[in-house]
């Protein structure tokens, strides 16, 4: 493997540069009007233009991309995540075309990718599920009478896709049909596929995630958890890994599940198995996500491991670097997704253009982002900024270390997540791990109440600062005292 192309842009694009050029392989980026001058296009070796700023219109181009691959000798494509990563058809091109996808096969995708699908598959190796059907539904009656004998509150979630799209929740029978058609329409919208099921609701649920791998010999190992909870619109904001909950007998029962997951779509390359942990600490799989994560950062932390280089080196035909005995968890590591959004407004997105931006430094901090100062947040992608990523010995460690950090990030011209981070990782209920998926629901519904927390902290860092004042004052008080006795004595001697 000589030569790889970017299937993507921004931080991971950026992040897969890094491990290519520490293995002396070529890379080839990609990019579109919006992206030009990117640092992930200066950055690589060579760089194609692939299209107008809708990602419909440059990274979604599966032909022109695989004819650039062709035009230009590229052995194999990293996908990244988003876009293309999980696109089955686009796997099965660039597989007929000689070059090998840095990922699963499509078969895995395609059964992964679809939710029952999933759940039928891991049915047979006894992995945890949640209660509910594992079939399309798609006539109300039917639904109805289904959600009775579940018992609400339930989740009704499209079959196809993710990321929060077509899911909805009903907490009783005089919404289920609303709920349902909504459910319904945006799972049309987003993946042109109306196919819903209905599962029980987990009450206080936590989102932790066990990071695989497998190679094409048959071994499969769990690099551990990711702790997910903090979320807005189901879409992450803080991970940390490992999570607090978690014991040794519950982490080793929940690695071995997702282990089981991995077989049963005979699985190659980095993966991640979604569970949700109820309050009983009961596990249950939710899905399987056939690409690297966004917080997989996270778990390289607190494993010394490169995942972007795993997964070269087993798409390279290679056996796992190391075993499961081999593995272990070191410190505790922790991420915060800058996002240009308006975290008091809903988290909607604040386009705009970074007038300042400097990034924390220092022992454990690692930020993983794709713009400089001076370039605008493009309006037709994700508007995730970077990743903070912070490693300590310990938890409380590398909460603070995290919060400083966060303070020593410097981005001016738009609204960012930064101030939210900061209050999670202030808040009580973060730092006592009891928190669940429902954190912005319980603590943030009036996201006002952030204001109030920074007053208090700027009254407490006035109040410290009027005490550093007065201490000075009255040292300067008493050093003209002191002079005057020295002036009057030197006035009598003389």
Known sequence: ??????????????????????????????????????????EADEAVYVGESPSSESYLKQDLILDYCKELNVDAIHPGYGFLSENANFARKVKDAGMKLIGPSPESMELMGDKLSAKQAVKSYNVPLVPGVDEAITDVA???????????????KASAGGGGKGMRLVENSGEFIEQMRMAQGEARSSFGDDAVFIEKFVLEPRHIEIQVFADSFGNVVYLFERECSIQRRHQKVVEEAPSVVLTPALRKEMG??????????????????????????????????????????????????????WQIRVA???????????LSINGHAIEVRVYAEDTLNGFTPDIGTLKRYRIPTGKGIRVDDAFVEGMTIPIYYDPMIAKLVVWGKTREEAIEKTIKAIDNYQIAGLKTTLDFGKYV???????????????VKHYFEDPKIMYSSMEEEKDALQHGINQIWDSIKERDKKEYASRQVVSSWKSARS
């Open 1 to 42: 493997m000589k030569k790889v192309l970017i299937a993507n842009r921004g931080e991971i694009a950026r992040r897969v540069i890094r491990t290519l050029k520490k293995m002396n392989i070529t890379s080839v980026a990609i990019y579109s009007d919006a992206d030009r001058n990117s640092p992930h296009v200066l």
């Open 142 to 156: 039917e639904a109805i009478l289904i959600a009775e004998q579940i018992g609400y509150p339930i989740l009704i």
């Open 256 to 309: 071995e599940a997702a282990v089981a997951v991995c077989k049963s779509c005979n699985y190659e390359g980095a993966g991640t198995v979604e569970f949700l942990v109820d309050a009983n600490m009961k596990f249950y799989f939710l899905e399987m996500n056939t690409r690297l994560q966004v917080e997989h950062p996270v778990t390289e932390e607190i494993t010394g491991l490169d995942l972007v280089e």
């Open 316 to 326: 390279r035909g290679e056996k796992l670097p190391k075993l499961q005995d081999e």
């Open 425 to 439: 990782l202030k808040h009580e209920a973060f730092r006592s791990g009891k928190f669940d998926t429902n954190f």
